[in-house]
């Protein structure tokens, strides 16, 4: 698309969105979580305000993040964009880099009039697309509280000297201390998204507000209360630790994000029974940490009467591995990497659970089609509005996730990954049966039973593949 068409596109919004009342937006953006929360099956996890939110609301149980690492999946989400081999590879990926000419789904909205406010990580870069907001993307680390500076965000005093000394590494990979939410990063975002509904309740003003609370990323670190209310006597490292048989040596990662803290073994060993609890039991303490200040800001979204007029958006980046196929972090192309939790409340949408196959780039036209607003002609995912208002739909039959040089597409019932050379040629297939596997255990791309569907998806995907590189 040429820039003229892109810059004339970019003076629609204000005109149109002026002919009917404003919907504010509040947008929950949670790093690393997968869906492993109550209202997803996972009957232990103690998430009461996401799982309030999605009784409220609708929840996807099939939505998937189109990259596994987060700079590359919020610049794909945030641009409605899918990645290719040339654009949203890395944690490191740029907006302003690999689309500089396209506007972003904050941005749009402030081109229609709204205020448009960033709070803790929603870019991976804070300063990434900031013409998108109306004021300088706010960040915990930078505010006049006090506290230690670090991303990692340790409080405890060993933990923050070690953090300092950047060429030793870095500190374990939790900890739990006794204090109140607000010591933490997370607990202080929001706070502030609190003070600013307030400040919009006055002011009147519609907004699109984009919360990003970084647990339950490394490390693990959340108040004592959080960690208690999974005691480690009750949880069991993941059931199946063995790599699936047959898949690419390329499906493999070494976990290096995971191995960098200190205690967890070197080089290619796995990690012991007892460290892999304690870092379960970090992982969903951490999970309920984030959920709690969910909580936290939609109480005062309620409180102060705007529930009823702002769409509410709970998403997470990626997926994560907890030790399955002897895997952590999420780097990968398999379910567990690229399943993510996605619930919406809209005023006036249905209630329920939504089956059918959505992915993040679907989230920038549903935003734009629920506030009333044209939508910008470069956008390459599909509105989900319709599944707001019967949830029993199904409107698309696959989403296609990408990682690195591998491709992969998910239908209903399989899982099928692929990966080229610099030439396009396939060197390596996988392709996982969900309704005989649906743990992943046994590539079958292989196996002559499979011939056929190998062949449809593989064509499928191509297909794919080149009408994205348009």
């Keep these: 698309m040429c820039l003229v068409t892109l810059l004339l596109a970019a003076c629609l919004p204000a005109a149109q969105a002026e002919e009917r ?3 504010n937006v509040l947008f929950l953006a949670i790093d690393d979580l997968r869906p492993e929360l109550a209202v997803y099956g996972a009957e232990y996890m103690h998430t009461p305000a996401i799982d309030g939110l999605a009784e409220e609301g609708v929840s996807f149980r099939r939505a998937y993040s189109n990259v596994p690492v987060c ?4 610049a794909s989400m945030l641009t409605g964009l899918r990645p290719t ?11 302003e880099e690999d689309a500089p000419d396209v506007p972003t789904l904050p941005g749009w909205f402030k081109q229609a009039g709204y205020t448009t406010v960033s709070l803790g990580k929603v870019t991976h870069h804070r300063n990434d697309g900031a013409s998108s907001w109306s004021e300088p993307a706010w960040g915990p680390e930078n505010s006049s509280l006090p506290g230690y500076r670090g991303w990692r965000n340790y409080l405890e005093e060993e933990n923050i000297r070690e953090d300092m000394r950047k060429e030793e590494g870095h500190p374990p990979a939790w900890e739990a201390p006794d204090v109140e939410d607000d010591a933490y990063f997370d607990g202080r975002v929001a706070q502030r998204a609190m003070e600013l509904l307030q400040q919009f309740k006055q002011e009147d003003t519609p907004f699109f507000m984009a919360l ?7 490390p693990f670190n959340a108040p004592k ?10 949880i069991a490292p993941a059931a199946d630790r063995l790599f699936p048989e047959k898949a690419p040596q390329q499906a493999w990662h070494n976990w290096g994000e995971l191995r960098k803290y200190r205690g967890v073994p070197a080089g290619d060993e796995p990690v012991p029974d007892d460290m892999a609890r304690k870092l379960i039991q970090g992982y969903r303490a951490a999970t309920s940490y984030s959920d709690a200040q969910v909580g936290r800001v939609l109480d005062e979204l309620d409180r102060l009467g705007l529930a009823e007029n702002t769409i509410v958006v709970l998403w ?3 997926g994560w591995s907890l030790g399955e196929h002897g895997l952590w972090c999420k780097h990968s192309p398999f379910e567990l990497a690229n399943r993510i939790p996605l619930i919406v409340r809209a005023p006036g949408s249905s209630r329920g659970v939504a089956n059918g196959l959505v992915e993040s780039v679907d989230i920038y036209p549903t935003l734009v089609e629920l506030a009333g607003l044209p939508a910008p002609g470069h956008l390459q995912g599909d509105s989900f509005t319709q599944a707001l208002d019967d949830p029993g739909v199904v409107l698309k039959k696959a989403v296609f996730p990408r990682w690195q040089n591998s491709d992969s597409i998910r239908t209903d ?7 080229r050379d610099e030439q396009g040629k396939v060197t390596d297939r996988m392709l996982y049966d969900h309704d005989e596997d649906p743990g992943e255990l046994n590539n079958v791309a292989g196996d002559s039973a499979y011939a056929l569907i190998v062949n449809e998806l593989s064509l499928e995907l191509a297909g794919h593949i080149a009408k994205t590189a348009q």
């Design 413 to 419: 019932r399989y899982y099928y990954t692929e990966w």
């Design 21 to 23: 009342p404003r919907m």
């Design 225 to 234: 209360r959080y960690w208690d209310m999974y005691p480690l006597d009750g």
């Design 316 to 318: 997470g980046d990626h």
């Design 71 to 74: 700079g590359a999946s919020r």
């Design 85 to 95: 081999r040339e654009r949203f590879l890395t944690f490191y990926s740029r907006i």
């Design 212 to 218: 990003g609370f970084v647990k339950p990323h490394l």
